[in-house]
């Protein structure tokens, strides 16, 4: 039997990498609906499934979804920027729209598998925990944790599960058409390849827990197979500084870089994240197979020779 999976925000970083790891496997038909508003069509030109131009807070793929045409949902589909500050757009594009589908996937009993965020934790101490200290420090974060708010409401009567997976930082190749809010490993190599300096905010400390992108394609499949619903963390379990990115620079292009530190002039930064991923590894039997050496060796490997599309596509 073919199974059919909706991916929402699959023209995204996250979604696109999502969609080209799974139209490789055998029976799996893979539809994907994207608004075109922040994704990039380049992601999908070697991914073999059924593009659609639309939005997440269209009724009629609430209907869709509620009649049981999909087996599961992958929802990314998202504004993804952080910096974004109009307050109603972001709770109807990001918490209203997943409210709809969810309701709409609990009707036809579709597993339901969404993105959420660790900006959910904002500045609070690390390590970060669900279920512990929640305070976002921006209306994005407040979106996400309310989406996890909602989805808590529905683990009991949700017919199958329903499961929240709160990504770290991110990267890996297809974000490319992110530019300002794409990984830092990415943005300071373009400043590098463009012959200036690698920015960082004083003094390149704070730290983060960075994930790379097959770590996190193989948390959505392991969820895709999870016997219960609920929320996880998806980091790699530990924080490193933003000068190690300059360290494992240096050491992957062969040259020293003469960093130009600059005040931050944010006053919500999260200055360190760090996932606690017990309960990941408890719901998901998952855990993450790259460090941060390993997965930007690939991911610079993969840029040095001119590919932005997802790491799956690469031959
Ligand atoms: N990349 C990260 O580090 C990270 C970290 C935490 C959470 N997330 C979450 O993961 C998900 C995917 O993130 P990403 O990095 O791939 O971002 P992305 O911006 O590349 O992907 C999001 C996609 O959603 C689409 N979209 C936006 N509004 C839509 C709408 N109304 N209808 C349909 N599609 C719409 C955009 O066009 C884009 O293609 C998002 O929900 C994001 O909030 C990402």
Redesign the pocket.
Known sequence: MTERILI??G?????ANLAAALVKKPGVDVVI???????DWKNLVHVDCEVRA????DPALHQEIARGTYSAILH?????DTTVLDQRRMLE?NTN?FTAMLEASCKSGTRMIY?????TYGNTPAPNRVGGIEEPANIYGFS?LSMDRIAYRWHDRHPSSVIGLR????YGSG?T??GTTA?MMLQLYNQVQDGKRPRLFKHGEQQRDFIYIRDVISANLAALEAPRSGVCNVGSGTARCFNDIILNLETLLNRKLDVDYFDNPYDFYQNHTEADISGTTELLGWKPAWTLEKGMAEYIELLEAGHHEPVETAT
């Open positions: 929402t925000g023209a995204g970083f996250i979604g609906v994207d608004d075109f508003s922040f994704g639309g939005s997440i807070t990314q589909g998202a504004i993804s594009i729209a993105a959420s965020s660790a900006a996400k990504y770290f930082n991110v974000e058409h992110k990984s």
